[in-house]
């Protein structure tokens, strides 16, 4: 199996790498240049070569991600999980900033998804997608979020609804479980409640 992360170096997709690479294949992580030492970093934490966790330089916000067309081409065909979690976890970050990177960003990996042929598209959500919605926000729920008011629900919402409206590939939208009251001790690879699909 050959894996595509973004947000692979962050607080979540670190964890997810770990487990990905347990079952063996390649992990390709997007990353920007000034954080390879980063990745270094990680791959001796995960005892893995470079192998096993290839670093894909590009940009969260740039079209196609900023791959380079030659790294795109030697992807093209090769991907059969793209996961998508990078993104803009603080509230109190500007709202351009949010929009760049949760809106556009999820745009740009939709696309890069699609240009590279990936088989599936795995894009973690957050409970914010809701937005302020009082009670209990189902699975079978999206449209019904309320007061969207503050930048970081609206894009967490919009990128989603993004994924739901314009993925062409074979998609799966999860949300953290201790989101939704779950113990935050479980571990990750039973503490992501997919929460709709494409097919």
Request: with cysteine; charged share 25%.
């Amino acid at each position: 199996m050959n894996y595509f992360l973004t947000g692979g170096t962050g607080f979540i997709g670190r964890f997810l790498v770990e487990k990905l690479l347990a079952r063996g294949g390649t992990v390709h992580v997007l990353v920007r240049e000034q954080s390879l030492g980063k990745l270094e970093q990680l791959r001796e934490r995960w005892g893995a070569d470079e192998s096993q966790v290839k670093a894909v330089i590009g940009d969260l916000t740039s079209k196609n991600l900023g791959i380079d067309a030659k790294a795109m081409k030697a992807l093209e065909g090769n991907i059969d999980h793209f996961f998508h979690l990078a993104a803009v976890y603080d509230m109190g970050a500007d709202e351009e900033a949010q929009q760049a990177t949760n809106i556009e960003g999820t745009r740009a990996a939709v696309n890069a998804a699609e240009a590279m042929g990936a088989k599936h598209f795995h894009h973690v959500s957050s409970i914010a997608a809701a937005g302020m919605f009082k009670g209990t926000f189902r699975e079978d729920m999206f449209e019904e979020a309320e007061k969207l008011d503050h930048p970081y629900l609206l894009t967490k919402h919009e990128s989603e609804k993004l994924v739901r409206e314009e993925c062409k590939v074979p998609f799966r939208i999860y949300v953290r479980a201790w989101s939704l009251a779950i113990p935050r001790r479980v571990k990750w690879t039973r503490s992501m409640v997919p929460i709709t699909s494409s097919r």
